[in-house]
């Protein structure tokens, strides 16, 4: 899954659903040797992305993270049941 913000308090990605910044995710792999990484970046002045940051979780092991407060991309990967906390 990617998406690509807009550095709102709140942004609609589908069907109405929203997400609230700052927000904490987990992901769950759904394989013993799934690996869940969370790519994101983060508008560091109006209309500007800064450089992605890289989160990977263990093989087999959940991935908690938080989403930056001004999120711009953000990219979930591997084998998992992503979900907001």
């Not at 987990?26 to 799934?34: L, N, S, T, Y």
């Amino acid at each position: 899954m990617a998406k690509k913000g807009t550095a709102l308090r709140r942004c609609p990605w589908y069907d109405g659903y929203a997400l609230n910044y700052p927000s904490s995710w987990v992901g769950m792999p759904q394989a013993p040797d799934a690996q869940c990484i969370a790519e994101q970046s983060a508008f560091i002045s109006e209309g500007v992305a800064g450089p992605s940051t890289t989160e990977a979780g263990s093989t087999g092991k959940p991935l908690m993270f938080d989403l930056a407060p001004s999120l711009a991309t953000l990219k979930l990967s591997g084998y998992c049941l992503w979900t907001q906390l």
